[in-house]
């Protein structure tokens, strides 16, 4: 069955002349002894909630993964798509591509983040089951990663609090060769990786990867662990045969038509090209159907429980009904008090009203609760052992938590946000541009936004972030103004379900701007704040913190004669999906102006060629925020002298 793998892997990367065959050729036996005996999953729907969910983690091995799904019966993985491994529009992509065929759970090929988003599906599943009871969802997750995976620093960061939440239907299988693309991994890693698994709070064992006999029953040993599993298989790449080990694509390489020949030969498999014998495809295609009893009689309770309807719109992602009412309340109160509060503040009182209302959304944060405003009060916390908590402390591991964010929305069944500061975004942008690329439905709080959050100087005041998260494709940026516009985004961020969200927000508090609480005004991305009082000569165009600074800005130039209208922009992303007509319209033909206390990169987008930019040019400094503003010409002066420099 495992010479199965093998050769299919060999006949892909030889069609391709593309490829890794090492790794699907060393780990075939362990898949083999994975799938035929513990992973818990039905060929005929791939997408059955309660199913074992199974990562390659060491996504350059993908054909390890197609080569399983073609073999047990998959629908949509046949002869014909192995042949187009690596190919444009193929489901067998040159790595694992969510939503490419339904049995990719998601995408991998960074290595470490399979690994940690993992950590999230595993994470999911207790929180559901504590949710919705066992007798709905009771599965494991299952992993197979690489050396590489393991160095990443991400792997350290998902281990850690793997072991520490206990998350024991977690089990890892260590494709355990030694080698890297560079050589032996001797030349850069001398860890003793299952001594520091041991430490995270894993179970550690260690066996012979080419005997199937040895891995099953490590397998049923981490079935029984109560906490995570670490197997390391002892592996050679390319395994062949005992007498031709590590001949074929020792190091990732693609084979030479002499050398798949050798080492088909060596397998003693004298078919043709992606040929399955009779008995062996029978074999394999009965792996595929054994799960279809236990998911029958899971439909069975599905049918009959008392909390069907809710588990499924959880499952599909639909918003429960009337979700939205307490955060249309929030924003009438907003009308009417006006309240002068930083938007990290109102995102709070945001989540106050939607976190109670919309029970799947899990929180957490960075260790920077108590900044970020993420917490709830009356929402318990996740600990060791009780998942019925609703926020998570993730410890400071943003890259972690972000990749298991993705792993809790591609599981189904959970919404969740976390948060952090704007800056520390440079840790997390790996698993946010996955959650782009996969179109997963992540939220992200991140807060002192600018150089406003003062003193703490240029180390912590982001200034670029912005800028290369608008030109990250499918990511919604959100940048509100006041308490109002805070609560709309929210809104926005949480209807989204086809990518990420990221909410920047500020630490200093911002005056009310708005007292309509009708319209979603941010929806449209942006719009006409203040029209001027005739006509229009110059656009005063802002977003977050410094949209308070054009209004005021505005009452001057009017005062002056000059007819000045502020158009506050909180989404470029929703902005730019707007009908060219609409765009004009609230732009305007005038003068241009665009305020921001970070840099300008993009901004040309908006203020076309004869536009003026208000903003940063380099990094921050030390300083109260009101100094800071000044000292880098960010003010209601500042604009007022451009746009009359300009018009008159």
Not at 85 to 95: D, E, I, M, T, V
Not at 473 to 488: I, K, L
Not at 515 to 526: L, Q
Not at 606 to 629: H, T
Request: hydrophobic share 45%.
């Amino acid at each position: 069955m495992a010479d199965c793998i093998r050769a299919l892997a060999i006949d892909a990367v030889e069609a391709a002349k593309s490829g890794h065959p090492g790794m699907p050729m060393g780990m075939a036996d362990a898949a083999t002894a994975l799938f035929d005996g513990f992973v818990k999953f039905d060929a005929a729907d791939p997408r059955w909630p309660d199913r074992d969910r199974f990562v390659l983690s060491a996504g350059h091995g993908s054909m390890l993964l197609y080569a399983l799904l073609h073999l047990t019966g998959h629908a949509g993985m046949g002869v014909e798509q192995l042949k187009q491994f690596r190919q444009l529009h193929s489901p067998a992509a040159g790595h694992p591509e969510f939503g490419e065929h339904p049995g990719i759970e998601t995408t991998t090929g960074p290595l470490g983040q399979g690994l940690a988003t993992a950590v999230g599906m595993a994470m999911a599943e207790r929180l559901l089951a504590a949710r919705f009871g066992k007798s709905l969802v009771d599965h494991r997750t299952w992993v197979i990663a690489s050396d590489g995976d393991l160095q990443e620093g991400i792997s350290h960061e998902a281990a850690s609090l793997a072991g520490h939440l206990a998350l024991a239907k977690l089990t890892v299988l260590w494709d355990d060769n030694s080698i890297s693309i560079d050589g032996d991994t001797a030349l850069s890693f001398t860890d003793d990786t299952l001594k520091r698994f041991s430490a995270y709070g894993w179970s550690t064992r260690r066996v012979d990867g080419h005997d199937p006999t040895a891995v099953a029953a490590a397998l049923a040993w981490a079935q029984r662990s109560r906490r995570p599993t670490l197997i390391a298989c002892r592996t050679i790449i390319g395994f062949s045969a005992p007498s031709k080990a590590g001949t074929a694509g020792s190091h990732g390489a693609p084979l030479g038509a002499a050398e798949a020949e050798g080492a088909k030969s060596a397998l003693g498999w004298n078919h043709g090209p992606f040929e399955i014998p009779e008995g062996l495809r029978e074999r394999w295609e009965a792996v595929g159907r054994r799960g279809a009893g236990t998911r029958r009689s899971w439909l069975k309770r599905l049918a009959n429980h008392p909390q069907r309807e809710e588990f499924e719109r959880a499952i599909a992602g639909k918003l429960p009904e009337g979700w939205h009412l307490p955060l249309a309340a929030l924003r009438a109160q907003h009308a009417e008090q006006k309240p002068k509060i930083a938007t990290r503040i109102a995102s709070q009182k945001a989540l106050e009203a939607l976190v109670p209302a919309i029970a799947e959304m899990v929180g957490g944060s960075a260790d920077l609760t108590g900044s970020n405003n993420t917490n709830v009060k009356g929402v318990a916390s996740v600990t060791p052992g009780n998942f019925a908590g609703r926020y998570i402390h993730y410890g400071v591991r943003e890259h972690g938590m972000a990749a298991a964010m993705n792993g809790m929305a591609l599981h189904g069944g959970i919404i969740p946000y976390s948060g952090t500061f704007l800056v520390f975004s440079d840790y997390m942008r790996p698993a946010i541009r996955l959650a782009a690329l996969m179109r997963q439905r992540v939220i992200h709080v991140l807060t002192h936004d600018s150089i406003g959050l003062g003193e703490d100087g240029p180390t912590h005041q982001p200034v670029e972030h912005l800028a290369s998260f608008r030109a990250m494709p499918n990511v919604f940026v959100f940048r509100p103004g006041d308490a109002m516009e805070t609560a709309e985004c929210w809104e926005l961020a949480i209807k989204r379900a086809d990518g990420p969200s990221l909410l920047a927000l500020s630490r200093q508090n911002l005056p009310a701007l708005r007292s309509d609480a009708g319209e979603n005004r941010c929806a449209r991305g942006g719009y006409v704040l203040e029209e001027a009082s005739g006509p229009r000569r110059a656009t005063l165009i802002a977003t977050g913190s410094e949209l308070h600074l054009a209004v005021a800005a505005r009452v001057t130039l009017e005062a002056e004669g000059i007819g000045t209208a502020v158009v506050s922009l909180p989404c470029w992303e929703l902005f730019a999906l707007q009908d060219a007509s609409y765009r004009e319209d609230v732009l305007g033909s005038g003068l241009r102006v665009g305020v921001e206390a970070l840099i300008g990169f993009g901004w040309d987008r908006w203020l076309g060629p004869e536009g003026v930019f208000i903003g940063m040019a380099g990094f921050g400094a030390s300083a109260p925020a009101e100094a800071l503003f000044k000292h880098f010409g960010i003010t209601v002066e500042a604009v007022v002298a451009a746009v009359k420099k300009r018009v008159e």
